[in-house]
């Protein structure tokens, strides 16, 4: 009897670890703070999350607040990229993020 109970135990643990490995990180957010030097309302961006290589994973336009978050963002390091309206990075305003699993990060920038 004793021998069935560990070996249920033993597969139940089996079980458990082989699930816990195969999932998935908890993805996170990223929050970009966008404000003008001169004290004006930011006008609007794309914000533009690229992986290391280069690759655009996902945007978002800020706000009227120059406000706009990331989400949700895997586990990883990643570039925060500005564009204009015409999608052209906006020069001086890119910053590199590495975000934790389930974790938040914040990016401001001064324009």
């Known amino acids: ?66 406000v706009s978050y990331l989400s949700p963002v895997p586990p990883g390091t990643y570039t925060v990229i500005l564009k204009d309206r015409t999608k052209n990075p906006v020069p001086g305003a890119t910053q590199q993020v590495t975000l934790q699993a389930g974790g938040s990060e914040m990016v401001s920038f001064e324009l």
């Open 1 to 66: 009897m004793l021998k069935r109970i560990l070996f249920v135990v033993a597969i139940a643990l089996a079980v458990a670890w082989v699930i816990s490995a195969c999932s998935e990180p908890e993805p996170g957010e990223i929050s970009v703070t966008i404000k003008m030097k001169s004290g004006a309302v930011p006008p609007s961006y794309f914000v533009v999350l690229q992986d290391q290589k280069g690759a655009e994973v996902m945007y978002r336009v800020s706000d009227s607040y120059g």
